[in-house]
């Protein structure tokens, strides 16, 4: 561990030009202050550096200097991790667990709703907030319900939104969300190759490398993603703290962020909060490389259909009517 | 006509080494564009070997009371979530046994809050229709079989039958907790409530902002 740097820091920048004032000595002054200034500007704590704890400010040191997440190794994720971990009981008290568990082998992840079933009882939605910590100020949501008259088939005609006991007669809900493309368009727009998709078809987004620039916003054509404009507000208590890396830790401001088919929960063996929470039985998630699986048999029997499939962004996401 | 003279002399390249080039040039263009990342279907089309989903080592027991439902699906035997526990007055003959009651307990005893609306299409289900009439503890088919509270969707599946075939490969209801370990489903009347089966009306869980 590194020490507390308090003094050191104040030292650094009372260094001026001192008693050998030759050229080399001014540059070296100038170059360590230069350093220990942009040390204090990078991690946006230059007010109240002195109130910080050291150990606070040589964790945010190391974490800006952190890899993107692909290029580490399992031991600079953990390190991150246990970084990350410690950085949030120090700033808010929260133990939390974070998660790098990596993809599963012959493992691809599909879903399937069931546009005759549901209901719009939105319990899909209100799960999902609460698993993924999502900011309660703006009402962020990844999942998107819309009421839709019969024939209808394109979400963005329908009404995403409704309040009003459900269902209504003689209309059909239809659930959005991030269809995780296995051609996905958001991914090759990212400059930064912060988005990327994951060996079992998940589309994650490194929120460390992220540089909110909003391209792959604009790229989606499913409206998939959401933008932090503010700091993610959420009461302590509802924290999830169960979190993957690449998942629902808590974003920093000005970050992208979408649906991860719950990450930290399907790379446990689990179903997404999203499919746990439906009252209906409207949601079908599995493993698309197993011929068993109740995806496959979903895709073998029912009439299917992928929204907006001519775009050729081919996403592993159908819907289906029983 | 000399196709060379359309060269300058400087370059010193052949014009069938230009011919050449722009051919390897053509088969790479073709060859890349061909060979865009295959579809997901062809993928899923080519998973034919089983996915031993018991392997997955992160799932962890239930908690809720499960059995070895009567049927089998695509892999085999499967499990549904228990039933009998969350009946409130099972065993049922503790109360139909024969024994004389008193008149005034009969506002308690009686089934007052059953109200059925199931099968209102057609003439409507009577209690019979189900429930076995001698042996209260169990459901009868009609065949006349006893059937368990805990494998309801023996006697469900007469009539549903579309919706059983779907139930049983996993278009219908849904899994507990886990897409991966042993198949454990949601019984018929988890979600359902046998005599009024159709869910209710009600306000959703939430509400959504405008879209940006």
Same mark, same amino acid.
């Given at each position: 561990?590194?020490?507390?740097?308090?003094?050191?820091?104040?030292?650094?920048l009372e260094?001026?030009?001192?008693a050998?004032n030759s050229?080399?000595?001014?540059?070296?002054?100038l170059?360590?202050?230069?350093?220990?200034?942009?040390?204090?500007?990078?991690?946006?704590?230059?007010p109240?550096?002195?109130?910080?704890?050291?150990?606070?400010f040589?964790?945010?040191?190391?974490?800006y200097?952190?890899?993107?997440?692909r290029?580490?190794?399992?031991?600079?994720k953990?390190?991150?991790?246990?970084r990350?971990?410690?950085?949030?009981?120090?700033?808010?008290?929260?133990?939390?667990?974070?998660?790098t568990?990596?993809?599963?082998? !012959?493992v691809l992840?599909? &879903?399937?709703? =069931?546009?005759t %079933?549901?209901? /719009?009882?939105? *319990?899909?939605?209100?799960a $999902?907030?609460k698993?993924?910590?999502?900011d309660?100020?703006?009402?962020?949501q990844?999942i998107?319900?819309?009421?839709?008259?019969?024939?209808?088939?394109d979400?963005?005609?329908?009404?995403?939104?409704?309040?009003?006991?459900v269902?209504?007669?003689?209309?059909?809900?239809?659930?959005?969300?991030?269809?995780?493309?296995?051609n996905a368009?958001c991914?090759?727009?990212c400059?930064t190759?912060a988005?990327?998709?994951?060996?079992?078809?998940?589309?994650v987004?490194?929120?460390?490398?992220?540089i909110?620039?909003?391209?792959?916003?604009?790229?989606c054509?499913?409206?998939g993603?959401?933008?932090?404009?503010g700091?993610p507000?959420?009461?302590?208590?509802?924290? !999830?703290?169960k979190?993957? &890396?690449?998942g =629902?830790?808590? %974003?920093p401001? /000005?970050?992208m *962020?979408?649906c991860t088919? $719950?990450i930290q929960?399907?790379?446990?063996?689990?179903?997404?909060?999203?499919v746990?929470a439906?009252?209906?039985?409207?949601?079908?998630?599995?493993?698309?490389?197993?011929?068993?699986?109740?995806i496959?048999?979903v895709?073998?029997?029912?009439?299917?259909?992928?929204?907006?499939?001519d775009?050729?962004?081919d996403?592993?996401?159908?819907y289906?009517i029983d | 006509m000399?196709?060379?003279?359309?060269?300058p002399?400087?370059?010193?390249?052949s014009p069938?080494?230009?011919?050449?080039?722009l051919?390897?040039?053509f088969?790479?263009?073709?060859?890349?564009?061909i060979?865009?990342?295959?579809?997901?279907?062809?993928?899923?089309?080519?998973?034919?070997n089983?996915?031993?989903t018991?392997?997955?080592?992160s799932?962890?027991?239930?908690?809720q009371?499960?059995?070895?439902?009567?049927?089998?699906d695509?892999r085999?035997?499967?499990?549904?979530?228990?039933?009998?526990k969350?009946?409130?007055?099972y065993?049922?003959?503790?109360?139909?046994?024969?024994?004389p009651v008193?008149a005034?307990?009969?506002?308690?005893?009686?089934?007052?809050?059953?109200i059925?609306?199931h099968?209102?299409?057609g003439n409507g289900l009577t209690?019979i229709?189900c429930?076995?009439?001698d042996?209260?503890?169990?459901?009868?088919?009609?065949?006349g079989?006893k059937i368990?509270?805990?494998h309801?969707?023996?006697?469900?599946?007469?009539?549903?039958?579309?919706?059983?075939?779907d139930?049983?490969?996993?278009?219908h209801?849904k899994r507990?907790t886990?897409?991966a370990?042993?198949?454990v489903?949601?019984?018929?009347?988890t979600c359902?409530?046998?005599?009024?089966?159709?869910f209710?009306?009600?306000f959703?869980?939430t509400?959504?902002?405008?879209?940006?």
């Amino acid at each position: 561990m590194i020490k507390p740097k308090k003094d050191d820091e104040a030292a650094e920048l009372e260094i001026s030009p001192s008693a050998h004032n030759s050229r080399r000595n001014f540059l070296k002054g100038l170059s360590i202050a230069a350093a220990a200034c942009s040390a204090s500007l990078v991690t946006g704590c230059l007010p109240d550096v002195k109130a910080e704890s050291g150990e606070k400010f040589a964790l945010q040191w190391k974490e800006y200097f952190k890899k993107h997440y692909r290029l580490m190794t399992q031991q600079e994720k953990e390190e991150t991790v246990a970084r990350l971990e410690r950085l949030a009981k120090l700033q808010s008290g929260l133990d939390l667990q974070i998660s790098t568990r990596a993809p599963r082998e !012959n493992v691809l992840y599909g &879903y399937a709703f =069931n546009i005759t %079933r549901c209901e /719009g009882f939105m *319990e899909c939605v209100a799960a $999902c907030v609460k698993e993924n910590n999502l900011d309660r100020k703006t009402k962020t949501q990844y999942i998107r319900v819309f009421e839709m008259k019969p024939g209808q088939l394109d979400p963005s005609t329908g009404d995403g939104k409704y309040f009003h006991e459900v269902p209504v007669d003689n209309k059909f809900y239809m659930a959005t969300q991030c269809f995780h493309c296995e051609n996905a368009p958001c991914t090759k727009a990212c400059p930064t190759k912060a988005t990327w998709r994951e060996p079992d078809g998940i589309v994650v987004v490194d929120y460390d490398w992220c540089i909110g620039c909003r391209y792959c916003q604009a790229a989606c054509p499913y409206f998939g993603r959401r933008f932090n404009w503010g700091k993610p507000s959420i009461p302590k208590e509802e924290v !999830n703290r169960k979190q993957h &890396y690449l998942g =629902n830790r808590i %974003r920093p401001m /000005g970050k992208m *962020e979408k649906c991860t088919f $719950c990450i930290q929960r399907t790379r446990e063996g689990k179903l997404p909060a999203c499919v746990e929470a439906c009252p209906t039985g409207s949601r079908v998630f599995g493993n698309l490389l197993d011929p068993d699986s109740e995806i496959r048999f979903v895709l073998k029997n029912k009439k299917v259909f992928r929204m907006k499939e001519d775009l050729g962004t081919d996403p592993k996401f159908w819907y289906f009517i029983d | 006509m000399n196709i060379s003279a359309w060269f300058p002399r400087w370059l010193h390249v052949s014009p069938l080494s230009v011919a050449g080039l722009l051919i390897v040039c053509f088969f790479t263009c073709v060859g890349n564009s061909i060979a865009v990342e295959e579809s997901v279907l062809t993928r899923i089309g080519q998973a034919t070997n089983p996915y031993d989903t018991t392997a997955v080592e992160s799932v962890q027991p239930l908690l809720q009371e499960t059995v070895v439902a009567k049927e089998k699906d695509q892999r085999g035997a499967f499990r549904v979530l228990a039933r009998k526990k969350f009946i409130e007055r099972y065993p049922c003959s503790s109360c139909h046994n024969g024994k004389p009651v008193l008149a005034r307990n009969g506002e308690a005893l009686t089934h007052g809050t059953v109200i059925i609306r199931h099968g209102m299409e057609g003439n409507g289900l009577t209690c019979i229709d189900c429930h076995h009439q001698d042996e209260r503890n169990y459901l009868e088919n009609k065949k006349g079989e006893k059937i368990d509270f805990d494998h309801s969707y023996l006697l469900c599946g007469q009539c549903h039958f579309r919706q059983k075939r779907d139930w049983l490969g996993g278009a219908h209801g849904k899994r507990v907790t886990y897409w991966a370990g042993e198949r454990v489903v949601y019984n018929c009347t988890t979600c359902h409530n046998p005599h009024a089966p159709r869910f209710e009306k009600r306000f959703p869980a939430t509400y959504s902002p405008p879209a940006e």
